[in-house]
């Protein structure tokens, strides 16, 4: 079955960088488009971004267009999620979603907390 497990979440400050990872297993990866999509305390899932399959376009949300950046190395069957200039208003739980917009099936998710 479908096994999405997501890592590289922590505590940084506000402008630092991380890089999420989500490993997938159970399907085939590469013929799959990928998503990010995240939960801050309180409230609803949000969109965060899209890879589309095997051609690589990407999408982003407003919110992180120019600080996010999704990728994925079908040979490794992960996906990924750069970081940067990361904001308080970024905190939330991240989970990556087998295809766009989230609504596949997930992973557990990795916390990102951004706080001074």
């Known amino acids: 079955q479908v096994r999405l497990v997501e890592s590289g979440g922590g505590l940084v400050q506000p402008g630092g960088s991380l890089r999420l990872s989500c490993i997938a297993s159970g399907f085939t990866f590469s013929s799959y488009s990928m998503s990010w999509v995240r939960q801050a305390p309180g409230k609803g899932l949000e969109w965060v971004s899209d890879i589309i399959g095997g051609a690589g376009v990407t999408a982003y949300a407003e919110s992180v267009k120019g600080r996010f950046t999704i990728s994925r190395d079908n040979a490794k069957n992960t996906l990924y999620l750069q970081m940067n200039s990361l904001k308080l208003e970024d905190t939330a739980v991240y989970y990556c979603?087998?295809?766009?917009?989230?609504?596949?099936?997930r992973g557990q998710g990795t916390q990102v907390t951004v706080s001074s």
């Open positions: 979603a087998k295809g766009v917009n989230g609504n596949g099936p």
